[in-house]
């Protein structure tokens, strides 16, 4: 239980996500599963696609209509709780945050983490690495993945 | 008297890369711990600079003389007293090093009224 | 002897946010901080923040100290560095210690903003050389580029247990484990989530039995807790490790409020002895007004408001009406009820309640 060891059940995390035909386009996901007093998602989303309200404890709730995918949203969340998910061509990408040493580089291949921290089977690609003045030393990389890790994938972990 | 052994790890405690922070490493700065040379950075307090060095120990408890190093580092916890430049009972958690400073933790005397 | 409209004692978020306002209203101000820089332990947390833009959510501490000391460009501000202030009387005067020597202070109003100081945890040999707090480890490693060791165990999964083995990470030392006494996590969530992601095992139920290490710390020995909090018998385990993190608590710094003899109560939910205090943040007495962690150990965030409102009432009750003051009251206010409104505000409303605050 996640109040034990920090992870998130397959439901709660499957619930966080929009269906299937819908990841087409990118979309954020947000892994905030508790209430804590915090709304930067919500004011740093350019298409009001995140909804917390007046009360910030309230969980961020998400309009997959309005979000583009944009991923303003990952490095404005403190928590490092937001990803940017998409299917294509039987590849799952996904953008995360990363405040980590070394950075990847596009090109690479990596070893592919769940939330537990455990190696996936299959490693992923670094598809590209985006540091901007913006997202104030909160990388964001994009990597891709087998799409039957969509679930599972959350970070990247060692360069292969 | 309570006498201490030099004891170095002689690894190097500085990060040379960090993701968020960058840390200037301009200006080299000579000091003493207890007689023997050591150097750290401007910028540095004493007890950063000692902790550079590979020195954990900072003081010995009065009674069993037990090693202490420091817990705090904002000036709370007392265990990084060390006298400096002749001065007794300096926090060396606080004080920012300058050059040729002479921090020396060994004790001549202790009075303890029971 | 120097006389000022306002004192502030302590530079940290609540500090430096009540001279900000106390500006605003047009008193003659002086802060006096104990260490060689302003900002507190803002100057340390390299995350981003929490809260709302009014507290400079998203923006990271270390940035967050930086905006607070630019905002204090005033020529009415005098700034004391290196100054530890170590006498509170009731006439409204302080002593300070500076460069080895000792001078008085007068001022009409007194604001006390020394935040607090790390617990500690008794376990055998808790004195070996290699165990810090967590605070100091992140002094040592975010001011001055130092590591603490290389591979570090951290006691207690508060927000900055948390925090602190995510930035140990950050720096390049590995984190072996992190034990937490009671049955579950006690910080935020998706702290949690960010640090088991990267592999580091959260132990719950589980304290540290003793500290193994010839003049330094080398490894040490966990023990079970049963739900109780009674350690279960053969359970222990070996971890060994070149630094130990303790990360058990804080406890109001009240010293002066006590030496000088303040009304004050232990209020756990608070962290320890606080002062009771007025809606307008004044202590029992007279022209002293308190905020931040001395009067109860919360976020940042909440310190910042709390020092605004306490130097927006030292202002009021000493003839410096702040030019937006019915406004600012107000926000302010509201601003404080959110932060404290969710699930992770209960134990601060407990608290409060406690030394006589209604937040509902």
Redesign the interface.
Request: glycine share 6%; with cysteine; charged share 25%.
């Given at each position: 239980m996640?109040?034990?060891?920090?992870?998130?059940t397959i439901e709660m995390i499957k619930s966080k996500f929009p269906k299937k035909e819908v990841l087409t386009r990118p979309k954020a996901i947000i892994?905030?599963?508790?209430?804590?007093?915090?709304?930067?998602c919500s004011?740093?989303c350019p298409f009001d696609a995140i909804y917390i309200g007046?009360?910030?404890?309230?969980i961020p709730r998400i309009d997959f209509d309005k979000c583009t995918g944009c991923s303003s949203c990952i490095s404005?969340?403190?928590?490092?709780?937001i990803m940017v998910a998409m299917i294509k061509d039987g590849k799952a990408y996904f953008k995360i945050p990363y405040?980590?040493?070394p950075?990847p580089v596009r090109g690479e291949k990596w070893t592919a983490?769940?939330?537990?921290?455990?190696v996936l089977d299959k490693p992923c690609f670094i598809e590209n690495v985006m540091v901007t003045k913006k997202n104030?030393?909160?990388a964001i990389v994009t990597v891709s993945i087998e799409q039957p890790y969509l679930y599972e994938f959350?970070?990247v972990g060692k360069k292969l | 008297m309570i006498k201490y052994v030099l004891e170095e790890s002689g690894e190097d405690m500085r990060i040379d890369e960090h993701p968020i922070l960058t840390f200037a490493k301009d200006k080299k700065i000579r000091f003493t711990f207890n007689g023997k040379e050591m150097f750290g950075y401007l910028g540095d307090t004493i007890a950063a600079a000692l902790v550079d060095n590979g020195i954990m120990e900072f003081s010995k408890s009065v009674i069993h003389e037990r090693p202490r190093g420091f817990y705090c580092a904002i000036g709370n916890c007392g265990s990084c007293n060390m006298t400096v430049n002749g001065v007794e009972n300096v926090k060396t958690c606080l004080t920012l090093l300058e050059e040729n400073m002479v921090v020396e933790n060994e004790l001549s005397e202790v009075i303890i009224n029971d | 002897m120097i006389e000022k409209d306002l004192v502030v004692i302590g530079g940290g978020p609540a500090g430096l946010s009540a001279c900000k306002v106390a500006l605003d209203a047009g008193m003659k101000v002086a802060v006096f901080e104990r260490s060689f820089l302003l900002g507190g332990q803002l100057v340390k947390q390299t995350h981003k923040f929490f809260g709302s833009e009014s507290q400079y959510a998203r923006t990271r501490g270390i940035d967050i100290a930086k905006i607070l000391i630019d905002e204090l460009d005033n020529t009415d501000l005098e700034v004391f560095l290196n100054a530890t202030v170590v006498g509170l009387y009731k006439d409204n005067v302080i002593t300070v210690y500076q460069d080895n020597k000792y001078f008085k202070v007068k001022a009409k109003a007194i604001i006390i903003a020394t935040g607090a100081s790390e617990k500690f945890l008794a376990f055998e040999n808790n004195d070996l050389p290699g165990i810090y707090g967590a605070g100091a480890v992140q002094t040592l490693m975010n001011i001055h580029g130092v590591l603490p060791g290389k591979e570090v165990v951290m006691v207690g999964s508060g927000n900055i247990g948390l925090i602190v083995s995510y930035q140990l990470i950050q720096a390049g030392v590995k984190v072996k484990a992190l034990i937490e006494a009671a049955g579950k996590i006690g910080g935020y969530q998706v702290h949690a989530s960010k640090l088991r992601r990267l592999g580091v095992d959260i132990i719950t139920n589980t304290t540290v039995k003793r500290a193994v290490g010839d003049g330094k710390i080398e490894k040490i020995v966990t023990v079970k807790l049963d739900d109780s909090w009674n350690e279960i018998e053969g359970s222990e385990q070996e971890i060994s490790c070149d630094a130990l993190c303790i990360s058990v608590g804080l406890s109001p710094m009240h010293m002066l409020l006590s030496m000088a003899e303040a009304n004050m109560t232990y209020v756990g939910e608070l962290g320890g002895l606080v002062p009771i205090k007025s809606c307008d943040y004044e202590t029992s007495l007279a022209h002293v007004y308190a905020c931040g962690d001395v009067t109860g150990i919360e976020e940042a965030s909440s310190a910042m408001v709390e020092g605004k409102i306490a130097g927006l009432m030292a202002a009021k009750h000493a003839g410096f009406i702040h030019p937006d003051y019915e406004a600012l009251e107000n926000e302010l206010n509201n601003q404080l009820c959110v932060l404290r409104q969710g699930p992770c505000g209960e134990k601060i409303r407990c608290g409060l309640k406690k030394v006589g605050e209604v937040y509902d």
């Open positions: 996640i109040e034990k060891t920090g992870v998130a892994e905030c599963y508790t209430e804590i007093p915090c709304n930067p004011t740093s007046k009360d910030i404890n309230q404005a969340c403190p928590g490092l709780a405040e980590l040493l950075l983490l769940n939330r537990y921290g455990r104030d030393k909160t959350v970070t | - | -």
